[in-house]
């Protein structure tokens, strides 16, 4: 029984990276239809931009925001110059844009810390927590941070003049320019807080699966994997669906050594975590093709 | 004194397709102008194009000051309140923050929330509605909430585009009952296009006629709905 909670409680931990992930994706797609391949080598990048930051002499505390406003830059750049000559292009070749930038970050983050695995400091206290041993401190310093940048954006967006109109340059740029609202920099702006958001995702779990180029290949698929179980139109539902896609992966895990254990006959394990949550999404598509959190606006004709 | 609006040799393009071929058109400040015509005329594209949300050649004005080569939320913010075809509320807002959202722009927020008042007293039931979802409004109330969004900018020009579309008659004489009281107490000069010619011509001081992008008539609303052939052949009534 507690193998179960600690396999919750991890699985809610990694549950949290694929939320930011999910958010990220979303952030883009609502705003421009677009899928960013790129998002989880971006990820990966600021992970590396915080670890310089941090051999260099910065604590983790001051790295952290720097990373932040280094990728909030990179990503309005990227918008800017690459994307916004785009705008009416094919989608074809915006995604060739999407695999070139991500082919782009893979390599230039090789050739200026190399490909060799780096440790990354975990910044949270090894301190021992009432239910020791069941979740680890970083595995709640993951959870905590997420869940703080989580409620930091929703509050923005819901709450702030230029969150609402953000928003309604997703939901309908036309009207948006009508009332005023220059499109263009809403978009450049989404583009900052989606890899503002997607670094964070990276800095934290840079401890967990250590520091290398590829660190991010497989998490950016269950982000991925989050953000159509709970809806790609959907914020708070991609969240969810990170959540829920970390949690049910380590419950297959977990299922399935019990089944072992039981009977002697292994059905499914660790390595096929992944193959059982794209399995998840596809039933979950062909349920519902919006997402288990997917709004349909409710318009009237 | 300059026009509201002034508009000299307007062309617009879809692609290779020209939809507007040249056309004059002046709006006296205060004053209300329809512009009439079968579908397809070019009504709508007129008004994109004074915001330039098509190609255009041609110049417009707004009071005195060309908009050329600036952008359509540019134009906007020059005090142009333009209530879209469609209506384009954003259906998935609440009402009150497709209100808010109007108002972003605008430096002095203490007129936005006096203009907010104003805008309760000419549509109470927007104020009632305020947290409902803008997409689960009946129709004629999501016109009223285009023209109330409109309003939110504090505009000096507004372009309406089909007030009465898909709308009951009452709804639709309550709605130009409105947009006339907007004209007179707030000063707002407004270009009106209009399928329901009688109604618009009955609202406007002054009517242009447009088929197949080409001004064929203008004058006062009088002139125009006296003159028989142009009812018969344009207006329909
Ligand atoms: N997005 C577009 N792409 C290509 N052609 C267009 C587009 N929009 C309008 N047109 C063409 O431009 C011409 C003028 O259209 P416009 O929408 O301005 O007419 P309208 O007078 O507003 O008609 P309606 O009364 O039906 O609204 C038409 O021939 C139309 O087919
Ligand atoms: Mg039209």
């Given at each position: 029984?507690?193998?179960?909670?600690?396999?919750?409680?991890?699985?809610?931990?990694?549950?949290?990276?694929?939320?930011?992930?999910?958010?990220?994706?979303?952030?883009?797609?609502?705003?421009?239809?677009?899928?960013?391949?790129?998002?989880?080598?971006?990820?990966?990048?600021?992970?590396?931009?915080?670890?310089?930051?941090?051999?260099?002499?910065?604590?983790?505390?001051?790295?952290l925001p720097l990373t932040m406003l280094f990728s909030f830059g990179v990503g309005v750049t990227i918008e800017r110059v690459i994307l916004r000559p785009l705008h009416s292009a094919p989608v074809l070749s915006i995604v060739v844009v999407f695999i070139g930038l991500l082919a782009i970050f893979h390599s230039l983050a090789g050739a200026i810390w190399t490909h060799t695995v780096k440790p990354f400091p975990s910044p949270f206290p090894n301190v021992s927590f009432a239910g020791s041993g069941l979740i680890g401190a970083h595995q709640i310093g993951m959870i905590v941070v997420a869940v703080v940048m989580l409620a930091l954006l929703f509050s923005f967006f819901r709450l702030t003049p230029l969150g609402l109109a953000m928003r309604a340059a997703a939901l309908n740029p036309d009207s948006a320019r009508l009332v005023g609202i220059n499109v263009d920099w809403m978009l450049a702006l989404g583009w900052g807080l989606a890899a503002t958001v997607g670094a964070v995702a990276g800095v934290l779990v840079a401890p967990v699966v250590f520091l290398e180029p590829n660190m991010m290949a497989g998490i950016l698929l269950y982000g991925f994997a989050g953000a159509l179980v709970g809806g790609i139109t959907s914020p708070g539902g991609a969240v969810a669906g990170g959540f829920i896609v970390g949690v049910l992966e380590n419950m297959v895990a977990y299922l399935g050594n019990m089944l072992e254990r039981a009977t002697g006959f292994y059905l499914i394990g660790n390595g096929e975590k992944l193959t059982v949550a794209l399995l998840i999404v596809i039933t979950v598509l062909t349920l519902k093709p919006s997402g288990l959190f997917g709004r349909v606006t409710v318009k009237r004709v | 004194m300059s026009n509201m609006l002034e508009v000299k040799g307007l062309k617009a393009y879809y692609g290779p397709s020209q939809a507007l071929h040249g056309i004059d058109f002046s709006l006296a400040k205060g004053s209300i102008t329809t512009l009439l015509g079968a579908n397809g005329a070019g009504k709508t594209t007129t008004l994109r194009a004074i915001c330039n949300m098509v190609r255009t050649e041609g110049s417009v004005s707004v009071d005195g000051q060309s908009v050329a080569g600036k952008a359509t939320e540019a134009i906007v913010r020059l005090g142009v309140g333009h209530v879209p075809e469609g209506r384009g509320t954003f259906t998935a807002l609440s009402v009150e923050e497709n209100l808010r959202v109007a108002a972003y722009t605008r430096r002095d927020k203490a007129q936005a929330a006096?203009?907010?008042?104003?805008?309760?007293?000419?549509?109470?039931?927007?104020?009632?509605?305020?947290?409902?979802?803008?997409?689960?409004?009946?129709?004629?109330?999501?016109?009223?909430?285009?023209?109330?969004?409109?309003?939110?900018?504090?505009?000096?020009?507004?372009?309406?585009?089909?007030?009465?579309?898909?709308?009951?008659?009452?709804?639709?004489?309550?709605?130009?009952?409105?947009?006339?009281?907007?004209?007179?107490?707030?000063?707002?000069?407004?270009?009106?296009?209009?399928?329901?010619?009688?109604?618009?011509?009955?609202?406007?001081?002054?009517?242009?006629?447009?088929?197949?992008?080409?001004?064929?008539?203008?004058?006062?609303?009088?002139?125009?709905?006296?003159?028989?052939?142009?009812?018969?052949?344009?207006?329909?009534?």
């Open positions: 029984m507690e193998q179960l909670f600690q396999q919750v409680a991890s699985g809610l931990a990694n549950g949290a990276i694929y939320a930011l992930l999910a958010l990220a994706l979303v952030m883009i797609f609502v705003s421009t239809n677009h899928i960013n391949f790129a998002q989880g080598e971006m990820a990966m990048f600021s992970a590396f931009v915080c670890w310089q930051l941090i051999t260099w002499g910065y604590s983790f505390w001051i790295a | 006096r203009d907010l008042e104003m805008v309760f007293t000419y549509f109470p039931r927007l104020k009632e509605r305020m947290a409902q979802q803008a997409g689960t409004l009946s129709g004629g109330e999501q016109q009223m909430l285009a023209i109330a969004r409109a309003l939110m900018l504090g505009p000096r020009l507004m372009l309406l585009d089909e007030p009465s579309f898909g709308l009951a008659p009452l709804i639709v004489q309550e709605i130009f009952r409105i947009m006339r009281r907007i004209n007179q107490e707030s000063k707002v000069s407004m270009l009106l296009v209009e399928q329901n010619a009688a109604l618009a011509l009955a609202l406007a001081d002054n009517a242009y006629v447009l088929e197949t992008g080409r001004v064929v008539m203008s004058g006062t609303s009088a002139e125009v709905s006296s003159n028989e052939q142009i009812r018969k052949s344009y207006l329909g009534y």
